[in-house]
């Protein structure tokens, strides 16, 4: 399948009609009604229903497909064609179509549609209860948020940027992540709190901030990174579907992301790891942006000569140590790419568990290239220094496969 | 204060025959009697109501002699399980903070009598007698309060954690002022079910400093939402005088936009006029704020003397005066519902009653070290964790 990239105000760090390959998608035709969870391995898991096996094909993307081979299955496979936030909103819209409970909040979700459109038009077919428009003020309307879900509302909080929610931390932390605990079970906090972070196109610093790296201590909660159209979507679903709070990560260069997804409806696994290209020498495990980032230093590794596999981790917080560990046990060399600061990152603690459990099955330290831990300057070139580039990724992987 | 005295002859009809005898000794009824359980009475309240924005509700409040002994009931055993607490602590069962709430009972007692199990009450973190009000039992809060598996939050959430859902009480929270939002959250979906019940979200006068009061003031008022501000304002914020924190100690002026009416919180019936025209308020009008009143005899918690920023001379003052168990007393005297001694009976069977709830407590087990890893998420992922040694304690996330 071809997913194509469009950067936002086409800045020259990537070209920006760059061809990838998502290739990790197994599809499962469904009859009408039932669910499917997909597995990163191909194994479709019936979610309801275990008797409608019938009319199944499995639609397995080649390793290393050539454009050929790619367009084959697009003329097989049909499906629609949306960017990434359209995506979010097709999964938002069928989860409040599907349960009367799902509401959002957030500034300038209902009558402007939301800063990246992915509330737009929600507002109108809702009403403004349920797609409603807060004031500036993420302390309270994410606490407003926290207490209807106690009562049983699921929300869906969204901040208008990552960073603002630093301004919500105590509700996140006090009160959505530990309620449930803290009140021997009696609360759930079903809330799916989402927004774009990330390095974007010379937002500034405090626009461009990653706060997976100081969500993810706090018990109790989830963390998902989406990164392309497909899993935007089942994630979304996914999220809202969850009992837990969930923290949904999305980034604001991957918006327009365009890929063909499937017509039937589908839910993925909030905790699986994502497949994005098998192979045998080393692990590259990445989330969100840089998985395109990594990707793209792939297709010059495998021009080399080198063959890695890519493991879009996806889930944050717990990590997928299946995937990963048995990846870890395929490879024995292990490469962390991530948008975070290299100070308690992601990465960090994703070193430090696959350290702790597969130590045996390494040869060779985990190398982790995260951003810099610097805030992130205006000046564009200065900007892409902070974050990881691909040829920083092509280096590392030479030298690890020494 | 004024009584209303036309119900006389309901009160001594079995005993016509003594009808002449002037002597109190003879004519009461029993306190247990059930004859006269809904004798209308009319009390009126020490102080008249002070509203901003809003006409106050009259001082006349409809009652029975039932309620009036229930409450006299009520807040003398939330008394005695504060004072047992502090017992408790100092022989080191309670550990960490304990924030006691006598003083205050009023409060509690005045609002669960206005309002209904389905209105929704939030409240910080002197919430043991707003959890008894709500239908806890006092082996709960004790279990809690020391820890064990058979409190209320299964001995993980403690003294600043009372929670109860079945009984809409929502906590129970250690972050001064974060109960507000949520209280406007739940506000929101009652306002979404369109359930006709409101919430009561509580704080102190050292939470209405907080922004997110007023954030959350904003949107209540914005979206109409049913939620009702109650400041308990016993005029320290820890060791901070109202005066010295807030530059408008009139907090129920502070919603601006929002209305406001000022209780007597000493006063149960004034509490209970109060919530009760709050709720009618919000139910139609949206949000109100009740500032109430109240003073609490312990210091912020155990581990403060209470003495160092106000003069004994000042609590001593406030309990001769305006303690609200002995304003219950003396209006059950006073319409010779019950007598002194009667009185001292119901408070000798609460202490016995604490008693053995404490001794309950006492014998019942801490929590398995399993329960550690319990009640993080609501769905198990089968994930692996361990204690600090990775040896010791270990589990599976369920």
Request: aromatic share 8%.
């Amino acid at each position: 399948m071809a997913a194509i990239f469009q950067g936002i105000g086409a800045a020259a760090a990537l070209p920006s009609t760059e061809k990838f390959h998502s290739q990790s998608r197994r599809f499962v035709s469904a009859r009408k009604g039932s669910l499917f969870v997909v597995r990163s391995d191909g194994r479709p898991s019936l979610g309801s229903s275990p008797r409608s096996r019938g009319a199944q094909h499995l639609i397995t993307n080649a390793v290393a497909a050539k454009a050929d081979a790619s367009a084959t299955s697009t003329a097989s496979k049909p499906g629609h064609e949306l960017l990434l936030f359209e995506a979010l909103r097709e999964g938002l819209e069928e989860e409040m179509d599907r349960d009367p409970r799902v509401c959002v909040m957030g500034e300038d979700v209902g009558h402007y549609g939301g800063s990246y459109k992915v509330t737009k038009g929600l507002a109108t077919k809702y009403g403004d209860l349920r797609v409603l428009d807060t004031p500036i003020a993420e302390n309270s309307f994410t606490g407003m948020g926290i207490g209807a879900a106690m009562t049983g509302l699921r929300p869906i909080i969204e901040g208008m940027n990552m960073g603002f929610l630093l301004l919500a931390f105590n509700q996140i932390s006090n009160n959505c992540g530990m309620l449930h605990y803290t009140s021997g079970g009696q609360f759930k906090i079903p809330v799916v709190i989402r927004g774009p972070g990330g390095v974007g196109r010379q937002l500034g610093a405090e626009h461009s901030q990653r706060l997976e790296s100081y969500f993810q201590s706090i018990p109790g909660i989830q963390m998902v990174a989406c990164s392309t159209p497909y899993n935007a979507k089942g994630l979304m679903k996914a999220a809202i579907r969850s009992e837990n709070p969930v923290i949904l990560f999305e980034h604001v260069l991957l918006y327009n992301l365009k890929e063909r997804i499937p017509d039937e409806e589908y839910v993925l696994s909030l905790e699986e790891a994502e497949m994005v290209r098998p192979g045998e020498h080393v692990t590259i495990l990445t989330y969100s942006r840089m998985r395109y980032h990594v990707m793209q230093a792939a297709k010059t590794l495998v021009n080399k000569g080198y063959d890695p596999e890519v493991i879009d981790i996806r889930s944050l917080k717990p990590f997928d140590l299946y995937t990963i560990g048995n990846s870890v046990k395929k490879t024995h060399r292990v490469l962390i790419v991530e948008e975070c600061m290299r100070t308690g990152g992601i990465g960090a603690s994703l070193t430090a568990a696959i350290t702790e459990n597969f130590i045996d099955y390494l040869d060779a330290p985990i190398v982790c290239l995260s951003s810099q831990d610097v805030p992130t300057p205006y000046a564009g070139t200065l900007e892409e220094w902070t974050v990881v580039q691909p040829a920083q990724i092509v280096t590392a992987v030479e030298q690890l496969c020494q | 204060m004024a009584l209303s005295t036309s119900f006389r002859s309901n009160l001594i009809k079995p005993l016509t025959a003594l009808t002449a005898l002037s002597s109190t000794q003879h004519l009461r009824r029993p306190f247990s009697s059930s004859v006269d359980d809904s004798t209308a009475l009319t009390i009126e309240t020490s102080v008249p109501f002070v509203g901003h924005k809003c006409e106050p509700p009259s001082r006349n409040v409809e009652t029975t002699s039932k309620e009036l002994l229930g409450f006299f009931h009520d807040m003398a055993l939330m008394r005695r399980m504060e004072i047992a607490s502090d017992s408790l602590y100092k022989s080191k069962l309670i550990r960490g903070f304990c924030h006691l709430y006598d003083g205050q009972e009023a409060v509690a007692v005045g609002m669960e009598a206005a309002i209904t199990k389905k209105d929704c009450i939030i409240t910080a973190y002197r919430d043991h007698c707003i959890y008894l009000g709500r239908g806890g039992t006092l082996v709960e809060c004790f279990s809690e309060l020391m820890g064990r598996q058979a409190g209320c939050s299964k001995g993980k959430g403690g003294s600043m954690h009372f929670y109860k859902k079945d009984s809409g009480f929502y906590g129970g929270h250690g972050i001064v002022g974060a109960q507000v939002p949520l209280g406007c959250g739940l506000a929101f979906a009652q306002k979404y079910s369109k359930d006709e019940t409101v919430t009561f979200a509580m704080y102190g006068d050292g939470a209405a400093n907080q922004g997110q009061l007023f954030e959350a003031l904003n949107m209540a008022a914005l979206l109409d939402l049913p939620a009702i501000f109650v400041c308990e304002n016993n005029h320290y914020g820890m060791g901070t005088a109202e005066w010295r924190a807030a530059k408008s100690p009139s907090y129920y002026k502070r919603g601006d936009y929002v209305p406001g009416l000022k209780v007597d919180g000493m006063d149960a019936f004034a509490v209970k006029q109060a919530c009760r025209f709050a709720k009618e308020h919000a139910l139609k009008n949206g949000p109100i704020i009740l500032e109430m009143d109240t003073y609490r005899y312990h210091g912020h918690s155990m581990s403060d003397p209470g003495s160092t920023y106000r003069t004994r001379d000042e609590i001593s003052g406030v309990r001769q005066e305006r303690d609200p168990i002995e304003r219950i007393r003396k209006l059950i005297l006073s319409h010779e519902l019950s007598t002194e001694a009667e009185l001292k009976n119901i408070e000798k069977k609460i202490r016995s009653e604490v008693d053995d709830a404490i001794a309950q407590a006492k014998e019942s087990s801490m929590p398995d070290p399993s329960e550690l890893f319990t009640n993080v998420y609501v769905k198990g992922f089968g994930i692996e964790v361990a204690g600090a040694d990775r040896k010791e304690v270990r589990g599976v996330l369920p």
